[in-house]
């Protein structure tokens, strides 16, 4: 039987961007947003659909906790 390749579901990319946003403490500041879109930006395009997904949820938690409402428009990925 030849075996398929099969993608990881965590790449070194995302588990790069999910160790940096575990390591964030709410509330999350505009240097942390700038911190995780200096990370997320540029690898975005590398993740696979359910890493994008998983990736997704780490912004809407980070939405969910910023300092001040107004912050939530700077992080990447929301409109």
Do not use: C, W
């Not at 949820?57 to 980070?62: K, R, W």
């Amino acid at each position: 039987m030849l075996a398929r390749k099969i993608t990881p579901i965590h790449s070194p990319e995302f588990v790069e961007l999910y160790t940096l946003f575990h390591g964030l403490e709410r509330p999350y500041t505009l240097a942390d947003i700038l911190l995780f879109n200096r990370t997320y930006q540029p690898i975005y395009g590398k993740l696979g659909p359910e890493e994008k997904r998983r990736a997704e949820e780490l912004v809407d938690a980070m939405v969910a906790g910023v300092e001040r409402r107004e912050l939530a428009s700077r992080i990447f990925g929301v409109v």
